[in-house]
């Protein structure tokens, strides 16, 4: 496959994002295993939006993949534009759960969801760096709706 290098900062950019969703997955995940902390508040709740919210970075991340190595078809810039705006939608009920965790943390724990809730703030500061440089080639028509 070719490389078309207008795609690469957002394939960048989303990858970034997706690391950070890989630490909040991790991180918050490892909570339901520790005794203190396995029926924390808001960590189920965060984690129904969580995974959704993965699916929809590891997607767009694979579209804008084939859309730097070429591919150019409208249902793969589609389907990459529609993700973006799923994960976006989904980060918002992500946080939320955050919140809901911190508030009701013990103690010796607060600082550790205050860094799951910074990992959320990469992926999300990220994946609105994926969406702007993607409207850079797609131009916003593509983005409504």
Known sequence: MRQNNIWEPTAT??????YGELMVC???TQLFYIPE?????????????LVPASYHR???????????NG?????????YVGCIKNA?????QVRAGLEI????????YESFIQSIIEWQDYAE???QEAKRTAMQVTGPNVWQN
């Open 13 to 18: 950019a989303i990858n970034r994002s997706l």
């Open 26 to 28: 991790s991180m918050s």
């Open 37 to 49: 902390t396995a029926q924390l508040e808001g960590n189920k709740q965060m984690h129904d939006h």
């Open 58 to 68: 590891v997607t767009a991340a694979g579209s804008a993949l084939r859309m730097m």
């Open 71 to 79: 591919e150019s078809e409208s249902a793969v810039i589609q389907t």
């Open 88 to 92: 976006e939608k989904q980060d918002q």
């Open 101 to 108: 965790m911190l508030e009701n943390a013990p103690s010796n």
């Open 125 to 127: 500061q990220n994946l």
